[in-house]
């Protein structure tokens, strides 16, 4: 990759600036996080590595596939235990992928470096090791810091109560150190987070309590209070809870949580899934943080359904490195959607293509107009396959020219509301 070599390097991992990163070089390979958790068959969850090298002759194939060591993990979220936050330090390495098993609470380490295309496990840490020493589990987003530390959300305790959430320290040899938060400032519910360290905040997103979600999607387990629907403000890096803000019915379920990446920017998103909505936070001129709604997906009416309506279900969304687009996914509508956010507080739909979702052609789900009229969206097929399942997770290339997407949420609500995909298996596009 014409990387300079250990004894040489005058600077760390990453990029000085977002921008530089939008030159860097093309991709030429992927890690996906593969689950067999919750289907039935009774596998390790793998990572598997992805060549998306136009010029390669295994181009758009699986190369590699590294088993876990243990079955019932799900993985879900990974990261780096370096990154951009590391470039002032020549020291760092971007070397290891982080992996948090989301229902086993394990934590992967898998070494990229020996072999890109062939990664290796480097280390295990377990659960017994982080409930000891935390009372965490459930462990769910991974960011690395500048410090050199690894940080985790985690989601409930061992018996997936949402009181035992926070956030999980390991050091950079993936050691448990403890936890983020200060004693009495854990958050209602976890989920995402995302820190602006010019501005010395961290805001983290709600889902839900484990015990709930983890047995799939039931509506009365937001009325009980089961769910999420604050934003929780953070003094960086400090871990002192200094807001919470509630979102109230047009924030149920936040999720994936986003600051814009130009780092003097005191604005950022998250993807309310239940309500599909895109709220907007940002800063007061108190000094105080605050919110609104800045795009809604309107819920379709339907036919067919467990519910009259269906809601689009934002699981996931991105900003481009610039922070001139804003892309989401509606994971039962079926559609990715681009926005111009140049003017953070009116994006501009500028783009929509529809590959998957549950009003499919050929799904027995059908919408209707105002007017009355049935309608189905058009899904291309690709390589002579049918899409299964609704957009889910979504990777913008540095260039912003190329967006990959996979259609796996969760395993319980995979069955749930996409039997299928758990029969057939996902894709990624």
């Known amino acids: 990759m014409g990387e300079e070599t250990e004894c040489c390097r005058t600077t760390g991992p990453g990029y000085e600036t977002p921008l530089k990163a939008m030159s860097g070089p093309k991709e030429a390979l992927l890690y996906v996080t593969c689950v067999y958790t ?13 060549d998306v090298d136009p010029n390669s002759p295994t181009y758009s194939k699986v190369i590699h596939r590294l088993s876990m060591p243990y079955v019932g993990d799900e993985l879900h979220h990974s990261g780096w235990n370096a990154c951009s936050s590391c470039h002032g330090d020549p020291s760092a390495d971007r070397r290891f992928l982080i992996l948090p098993s989301l229902v086993s609470g394990r934590v ?3 070494d990229t470096q020996k072999n890109p295309k062939a990664p290796s496990l480097h280390k295990v840490v377990q659960p017994e090791d982080i409930v000891k020493n935390t009372g965490l589990a459930y462990p769910h987003t991974s960011h690395c810091l500048a410090s050199g530390d690894i940080m985790i959300s985690c989601l409930g305790d061992k018996d997936g109560n949402a009181k035992g959430n926070g956030f999980l320290l390991l050091d950079s040899e993936f050691n448990v ?27 983290s997103s709600s889902w839900g309590a484990p015990v709930a979600f983890t047995k799939g999607f039931d509506l009365q387990h937001v009325a009980d209070g089961l769910y999420g629907r604050h934003l929780h403000v953070y003094s960086w890096p400090d871990g002192e809870l200094k807001q919470t803000l509630d979102l109230g019915v047009t924030g149920l379920l936040p999720l994936e949580t986003r600051f814009l990446h130009d780092p003097s920017k005191d604005t950022g998103y998250v993807g ?10 940002f800063k007061t001129e108190d000094g105080s943080w605050s919110h609104e709604v800045a795009i809604s997906v309107k819920p379709l009416k339907v036919q067919n359904w467990i519910l009259p309506e269906m809601p689009g279900l934002i699981t996931d969304f991105l900003i481009s490195l610039d922070d001139r687009f804003l892309y989401f996914v509606n994971w039962l509508h079926g559609d990715v959607r681009q926005y111009n956010i140049e003017d953070p507080k009116n994006p501009v739909l500028v783009g929509q293509v529809w590959v998957g979702g549950m009003i499919q052609k050929g799904s027995p789900v059908v919408a209707m107009t105002e007017d009355g009229k049935a309608w189905q969206s058009n899904v291309p097929e690709i390589q002579g396959h049918r899409l299964r399942g609704g957009l889910q997770m979504i ?27 758990v029969e057939k298996g996902s894709h990624m596009l």
């Open 108 to 110: 992967y380490v898998i």
């Open 272 to 281: 309310c899934a239940l309500t599909s909505n895109m709220v907007r936070f």
């Open 177 to 203: 150190k403890g936890r983020w938060e200060k004693p009495g400032h854990s958050p209602m519910f976890g989920y995402d987070f995302w820190y602006q360290p010019r501005h010395k905040t961290m805001i």
């Open 38 to 50: 919750g289907t039935g068959r009774e596998k390790p969850d793998f990572l598997a590595t992805v």
């Open 395 to 421: 990777q913008l290339s540095l260039d912003g020219k190329r967006l990959y997407m996979t259609n796996s949420l969760f395993s319980a609500w995979d069955r749930q509301f996409y039997p299928e995909l």
